[in-house]
């Protein structure tokens, strides 16, 4: 096909839009609808996966350091070095602190009110608070794995670790991961199918269009493509509008979140995907999505029409 007649039919695409503006808006509305509601999804499986992340980043296990008596002073500090270093390279493993005996009782007489603060002071045979270090797991679905291993280095002599805590997120996130990729993928297909008929009904409106063209020696090509561009203009035109309200909407619930950052850190609610950082990203999606459905629709709900 030559570049003038390209050009031609594409022209003649755009300027069809505005002709059968009635049609078209109502491609236009059901695109729009479609693809905001896959992008705001989208959006929430996104930052969900991060609260969800941050919640299980709360997971904390406590390492117990074995107290020998008959061990000398360098022996422990070598000792617990030993522990440090083992527990720091373990890459299942992160946030590693130590907290000495002296620490932890100061940390307990703090959190006693008044004269109950020093009762720590007169326990019989000095500092009773254990040795320990802290740490978090990456993946709360090894930690079992992990609180083994940990058992078997030497010098640790308990280790303490959430097991409840660790297996209800799990079961949370396994039916989390569940639920939203089944309400992504049926609200993916019902999107198509609603938006095929919508097209369809529109191409059937011009069905006495397309014959007459059939009919006066036109090819498949030629017909199509005015339609195809109609069909990508449309959606361009949808995704730039699901775009801006899907960044409406991402950016007033978002501050909802970081007004009081404070209050929603306890439930996971910190570190979400800023809008800046997938502004753009949005809107080539939305609008490539947007061309790809519209394109998509148009020439196969017109394939029976060219059958003349």
């Given at each position: 096909?030559?570049?003038?007649?390209?050009?031609?039919?594409?022209?003649?695409?755009?300027?069809?839009?505005?002709?059968?503006?009635?049609?078209?808006?109502?491609?236009?509305?059901?695109?729009?609808?479609?693809?905001?509601?896959?992008?705001?999804?989208?959006?929430?499986?996104?930052?969900a996966n991060i609260i969800m992340g941050n919640i299980e980043d709360t997971n904390q296990i406590a390492i117990f350091v074995e107290d020998n008596e008959n061990e000398t002073k360098e022996q422990h500090e070598k000792k617990v070095e030993h522990i440090r270093d083992v527990l720091t390279a373990n890459k299942n493993l992160t946030d590693v602190k130590y907290v000495s005996k002296e620490e932890a009782a100061e940390k307990w007489s703090q959190s006693m009110s008044g004269e109950y603060g020093n009762l720590i002071n007169m326990v019989p045979g000095g500092n009773p608070m254990p040795e320990t270090f802290t740490a978090r797991v990456t993946d709360v679905k090894t930690i079992r794995f992990i609180v083994t291993e940990?058992?078997?280095?030497?010098?640790?002599?308990?280790?303490?670790?959430?097991?409840?805590?660790?297996?209800?997120?799990?079961?949370?996130?396994?039916?989390?991961?569940?639920i939203i990729f089944a309400m992504l993928?049926?609200?993916?297909?019902?999107?198509?199918?609603?938006?095929?008929?919508?097209?369809?009904?529109?191409?059937?409106?011009?069905?006495?269009?397309?014959?007459?063209?059939?009919?006066?020696?036109?090819?498949?090509?030629?017909?199509?493509?005015?339609?195809?561009?109609?069909?990508?203009?449309?959606?361009?035109?949808?995704?730039?509008?699901?775009?801006?309200?899907?960044?409406?909407?991402?950016?007033?619930?978002?501050?909802?979140?970081?007004?009081?950052?404070?209050?929603?850190q306890m439930f996971g609610f910190f570190n979400l995907i800023p809008l800046n950082s997938i502004r753009w990203i949005l809107l080539l999606a939305n609008c490539a999505a947007g061309a790809l459905l519209g394109a998509a629709g148009t020439l196969i709900s017109m394939n029976k029409y060219l059958k003349v």
């Open positions: 096909m030559k570049s003038n007649n390209v050009s031609y039919l594409v022209k003649k695409g755009v300027s069809s839009v505005w002709k059968n503006f009635v049609m078209s808006f109502a491609s236009f509305s059901i695109l729009l609808v479609s693809l905001l509601q896959i992008s705001v999804v989208v959006l929430f499986i996104m930052n940990i058992e078997s280095i030497e010098g640790v002599e308990q280790v303490n670790a959430p097991y409840d805590f660790a297996n209800a997120l799990i079961n949370i996130r396994d039916a989390f991961t569940v993928g049926i609200l993916i297909i019902v999107s198509i199918v609603v938006i095929s008929n919508t097209i369809r009904t529109s191409v059937f409106a011009r069905r006495n269009e397309i014959s007459i063209m059939k009919y006066v020696g036109a090819t498949n090509g030629f017909i199509k493509l005015p339609f195809f561009v109609e069909g990508c203009f449309v959606g361009i035109l949808a995704g730039a509008a699901s775009w801006g309200l899907s960044c409406f909407i991402y950016s007033s619930v978002f501050s909802l979140f970081t007004d009081n950052i404070t209050l929603w």
